[in-house]
């Protein structure tokens, strides 16, 4: 969906990701880090038979939701830093909200 | 210890860094409340740190924040960014949280200039993944560099649309169509203010160039759309539309909606001020005086939360909110306030001469709301539109009624995203006017904390604590 500007070269950090190590672009955001490695899912909706994506971008839907050190916040408004741990809980029955 | 400041600035974006800043230069004491990471809010993202290829794709507009930055940082103001303010007491205090403290600081003024958000406009499929906001894809663009891969659909309405379709073709983005549902032909409504846009012409010129960029690029551009919708079953796999007689259909690996920008209101409806309706834009804003004063006389709104003027206006709005407070704190005398605010509007009065003509030709009809019995209306807890219909049929007429019992607008975007469509939907169902429907109640918190934040919280309630009660009674 989208892709990094790898022009210009870029520190990057390591995140663990769903218990997986990432690299991904420092100084960005969690939500912007992950839709750059192709990630469209974010959670599961804690409402309904879907998963969310990012859809505003500015801090106001809440869509981009997920755990970042153990607490839920949005995506798009945390900067990514080394060592942060993200988990989405994609795959866990409604236990997520 | 309770902090306590002349002026809590909440919001770091073009209003928010002007306010602040004049208000630094007066000497005074000046917190800076900012949700985001860095400062620039939406349309100065990143302003500090863009390269200098995408300062080029996005232009002199995005490069106007960068004086405007440094204005902000040479002062000695109390920066506090990644803040999220999730409760504001008219009286001078506000609660914060950041880095998992919440807190509490007091100010003699406080300026909320907490901007605008996309009009969010509810389509069949706008949950898929792959439907994203073309201000927030613009976003992604200007903080990380991201650029949108496959093919891209752009529809809905407005300048900001047209400009991302360009920064898009300069790009070489694979562009499948823009998909307009602004009229063919305008409305009459925008020949009046047509005569004040043309004292800018410079304005208009860029809107022009904006035009013949699609045009050169081949890119079907269609204009009247309607029955917007958006396919695919686990993610966006086409758009669909309906244009004249001809039901049009593009593969899409990305949609982007815009629907023009309305104001964020509710760190003030959650405050209690009072609101008035814009009849041409469909929006609610804070009333504010000339300084931007609220009806509390200690709160005022600077900014496009106040009224959707742009970028520029917001900083020149933020500069007219300071004088006034710098003169109230006695830091300037009122007819240097009075003196500088004559420059300050000028610049203002010459900025919004094509205000007007542009709302006026992209305004909201109601006809773009296309409410389909299985359209999630509430993104949050996932209510349909014909659960709304259903509670709507039974005699829940007001938004708040109607929240309770289908749960629409009690997710944690507390009714953000679907609030103003919903407002819509019942103005239609019932032939009342939009603005006669209501709005919902906004309470604190204003965004969502843990409980253990709020029971670290370190407060100054009382003087006795229930200790002493209990060594009086022995």
Known sequence: ??????????????????GSPVNVPAGVSVAAALLGKGEKHFRKSPSGPRTTSPHCLMGVCYECLMEIDGVKRQSCLVQVREGMVINRHLHNEGGEE | MIRHYDVIVIGAGPAGMACSASLGEMGLDVLVLDEQEVPGGQIYRNIESCPVQRMEVLGEDYARGQPLAARFRARDLTREQGASVWQVEPEGRVYYSRDGISQMVTGNYIVAATG??????????????????AGG??????????????????????????????????????????????????????????????LRPDFLYKGVKMLKVIRNSGVPHYKGITNLEALGTDELESVRCVAGEEQLEFDADLLLLHFGVIPGTHIFRQMGCRHEWNSVQRYWHPACDEWGRTNFEKVFAAGDGAYVHGAVAAGLKGELTALEIGTCLGAIQADERDQRAA??????????????????MYAPRPEMFSFHDDTILCRCENVTVKQVLDVIADGCLDPNEIKIVTRCGMGPCQGRMCGPA???????TTSEKVENVGVFSIRPPLKGIPLKELAAMDLEIATSGPAKLFKDAK
Not at chain 2, 116 to 133: D, N, S
């Open chain 1, 1 to 18: 969906m989208f892709k990094h500007d790898t022009s210009i070269p870029k520190e990057t950090v390591t995140v663990t990701f769903d």
């Open chain 2, 137 to 198: 894809a613009n976003n992604l663009y200007k903080e990380a560099g991201l650029t949108p891969t496959g093919r891209v659909v752009l529809a809905g309405s407005g300048p900001l649309l047209l400009l991302e379709a360009c920064q898009l073709i300069e790009k070489g983005v694979d562009i499948a169509a823009i998909l307009e549902t602004t009229p063919k032909i305008p409305s009459p409504k925008v020949v009046p203010p047509a005569f004040p846009a043309a």
């Open chain 2, 343 to 360: 420059e300050v509007r000028r610049h203002l009065r010459s900025d919004l001469f094509p205000r007007p003509f542009v709302d006026a």
């Open chain 2, 422 to 428: 919903l407002a819509e939907l019942v103005a239609l």
């Open chain 2, 116 to 133: 605008a958000m996309e009009r969010p406009v509810p389509i069949p499929g706008w949950t898929l993944p792959g439907v994203m906001g």
